[in-house]
């Protein structure tokens, strides 16, 4: 997969400039795994053969320079399994969120390369066709993290049973917009993590009630949960970070795609996991 190199070391080097003292329990480690990020949305144009035809971001003129070409460019050159409607090869249109991340280089640059993609279009799927929430408070803010100025993202896998009740939620990656050391990283995404999940096992959802979903014992959607001072930040803007380990629970299949990451959902909204509506990456993303 191409990558690209951008000047965008400000970013880092203002996120590091404010990082507190921490203490020898690998700070320089802590360090190396920032990153910078960014969702691009869009739609693309997929070929009966499964090619690429056509490629269109969403506002390509609030991306910074040089993004929106390195973009149409990588997805150009992708390859899906081919869309079959009733076992014959069509065009398909999908909608994509990908993840861009950036990683110094040194030289005042880092490289961008496009980590993780999702192809979920609910716009094409019935309302009776999926699920919605009907009650989802969101969790407090942990005290502790708001005193220390700690943000940061709680992905949510979530299993939606008949009635539409939680029968179990499980983190599967925390991610972090703050730096300090490893032993003081854990503990932020188990207090994120504690309370989003606390959170999400008093929730309710309205599951499907026609389709090939409706049938389903039970249901598993993903929700980013994020811990924000200032809301959701504009599309186009670079977001640093700290990426946190990705786990999956027993009770969540193996069933996700090649490309696919947590991190490129949009926050504030439910992904429903697995299913065969969206089309299929054939060509292997970086680092996924």
């Given at each position: 997969?191409?990558?690209?190199?951008?000047?965008?070391?400000?970013?880092?080097?203002?996120?590091?400039?404010?990082?507190?003292?921490?203490?020898?329990?690998?700070?320089?480690?802590?360090?190396?795994?920032?990153?910078?990020?960014?969702?691009?949305?869009?739609?693309?144009?997929?070929?009966?053969?499964?090619?690429?035809?056509?490629?269109?971001?969403?506002?390509?003129?609030?991306?910074?320079?040089g993004i929106s070409g390195f973009v149409e460019s990588n997805?150009?050159?992708?390859?899906?399994?081919?869309?079959?409607?009733?076992?014959?090869?069509?065009?398909?249109?999908?909608?994509?969120?990908?993840?861009?991340?950036?990683?110094?280089?040194?030289?005042?640059?880092?490289?961008?390369?496009?980590?993780?993609?999702?192809?979920?279009?609910?716009?094409?799927?019935?309302?009776?066709?999926?699920?919605?929430?009907?009650?989802?408070?969101?969790?407090?803010?942990?005290?502790?993290?708001?005193?220390?100025?700690?943000?940061?993202?709680?992905?949510?896998?979530?299993?939606?049973?008949?009635?539409?009740?939680?029968?179990?939620?499980?983190?599967?990656?925390?991610?972090?917009?703050?730096?300090?050391?490893?032993?003081?990283?854990?503990?932020?995404?188990?207090?994120?993590?504690?309370?989003?999940?606390?959170?999400?096992?008093?929730?309710?959802?309205?599951?499907?009630?026609?389709?090939?979903?409706?049938?389903?014992?039970?249901?598993?959607?993903?929700?980013?949960?994020?811990?924000?001072f200032t809301g959701p930040l504009p599309y186009g803007k670079?977001?640093?970070?700290?990426?946190?380990?990705?786990?999956?629970?027993?009770?969540?299949?193996?069933?996700?795609?090649?490309?696919?990451?947590?991190?490129?959902?949009?926050?504030?909204?439910?992904?429903?996991?697995?299913?065969?509506?969206?089309?299929?990456?054939?060509?292997?993303?970086?680092?996924?």
């Amino acid at each position: 997969m191409k990558q690209h190199r951008v000047w965008i070391w400000w970013a880092l080097a203002a996120m590091l400039a404010w990082m507190p003292s921490a203490s020898a329990q690998g700070p320089a480690g802590v360090r190396k795994q920032v990153e910078a990020s960014m969702r691009v949305t869009g739609a693309i144009h997929i070929a009966a053969d499964g090619s690429v035809e056509h490629v269109q971001l969403d506002t390509p003129d609030r991306l910074p320079k040089g993004i929106s070409g390195f973009v149409e460019s990588n997805m150009a050159s992708w390859r899906f399994e081919p869309v079959l409607v009733d076992g014959v090869p069509r065009r398909a249109l999908t909608k994509v969120s990908a993840l861009l991340v950036g990683k110094t280089i040194g030289g005042g640059q880092m490289s961008v390369s496009i980590r993780g993609a999702d192809f979920s279009d609910d716009t094409v799927v019935p309302a009776t066709q999926q699920i919605t929430g009907r009650q989802l408070r969101p969790p407090a803010f942990p005290m502790s993290a708001a005193e220390e100025g700690v943000q940061g993202t709680v992905y949510l896998l979530v299993k939606v049973e008949r009635d539409g009740t939680v029968g179990d939620v499980s983190t599967e990656q925390v991610n972090l917009r703050f730096v300090a050391s490893a032993p003081q990283m854990d503990r932020h995404r188990d207090r994120f993590a504690r309370v989003a999940m606390a959170a999400a096992r008093n929730w309710t959802f309205a599951p499907p009630t026609e389709g090939e979903q409706a049938a389903q014992p039970y249901w598993i959607v993903r929700v980013p949960v994020d811990f924000t001072f200032t809301g959701p930040l504009p599309y186009g803007k670079w977001q640093v970070y700290i990426p946190g380990p990705r786990t999956r629970p027993g009770w969540a299949p193996d069933e996700d795609a090649p490309g696919f990451s947590p991190d490129a959902l949009a926050e504030g909204s439910i992904h429903m996991a697995g299913g065969n509506r969206r089309p299929k990456l054939l060509t292997p993303l970086d680092e996924a």
